[in-house]
């Protein structure tokens, strides 16, 4: 159980257009998702704090014009990256706390190359 | 920003050797996470702490929540290659309202 999923994987995308990230949690239900960038030979960092049915929450020195993120239901968020930019290739994981006891679960990340 | 350090950052060991890594922080944490990542994967929990003083096992890999709630370690005993990867510590202080807070990670090459 306790099972996040991410897609696309892989995208490659050109500068200026916009891609989306999508985040599901398949066997329960999240009302919270987080979503962190993870730059090469790095931790992960907090982007946003996704919360079902209202505005996202994002931390300091993130564009929330840029990384917009909806989460519409209790089993999906979604990041969409705009106008996109070469600096903003880097590896997107989402994540969701389960019920007690799966401490957080997270996606498989999304390699995202702005060429 | 609040900060993990974790240590050490990168080890090399032999196969069948034991590993021990750590994370400490000046702030007082109310969950420790330990997590594995490997190459364009997401991290994978590997261990949960939700109680000071707790000591937690996973088959080869035990983990403890320091008692000042401010450290955790992580020990992999009797390594074996499939153990490479990046470990990372994570915590939660307890007015983060759910975010967590990750150390730097530990690079774990283990040579058969």
């Known amino acids: 159980g306790a099972v996040v999923s991410q897609h696309p994987s892989r995208v490659i995308c050109k500068s200026g257009t916009s891609v989306k990230i999508e985040c599901r949690s398949l066997?329960?239900?999240?009302?919270?998702m987080f979503w962190y960038r993870q730059f090469p030979k790095q931790s992960l960092m907090l982007m946003a704090t996704s919360n079902e049915g209202s505005k996202a929450t994002y931390e300091q020195g993130v564009e929330k014009d840029k990384f917009l993120i909806n989460h519409a239901s209790l089993t999906l968020s979604t990041l969409t990256v705009t106008s996109a930019h070469p600096e903003d290739s880097s590896f997107y994981i989402c994540s969701a706390r389960p019920p007690r006891g799966y401490g957080y679960t997270f996606g498989s990340g999304t390699r995202l190359t702005v060429v | 920003g609040q900060q993990l350090n974790q240590s050490p950052q990168s080890m090399f060991i032999q196969e069948g050797e034991d590993v021990s890594m750590n994370c400490t922080s000046s702030s007082i944490f109310n969950t420790w996470l330990w997590y594995k990542q490997d190459p364009g994967e997401g991290p994978v929990l590997l261990i949960a702490?939700?109680?000071?003083?707790e000591l937690t096992s996973n088959g080869r890999l035990t983990a403890q929540f320091g008692i000042t709630r401010k450290d955790s370690f992580l020990n992999i005993s009797a390594s074996i290659p499939s153990d490479v990867g990046i470990y990372f510590c994570a915590g939660q202080l307890i007015t983060s309202y759910g975010k967590l807070t990750f150390g730097q990670g530990t690079i774990l090459t283990v040579h058969p």
């Open positions: 066997d329960f239900q999240a009302t919270t």
């Open positions: 702490l939700y109680k000071a003083g």
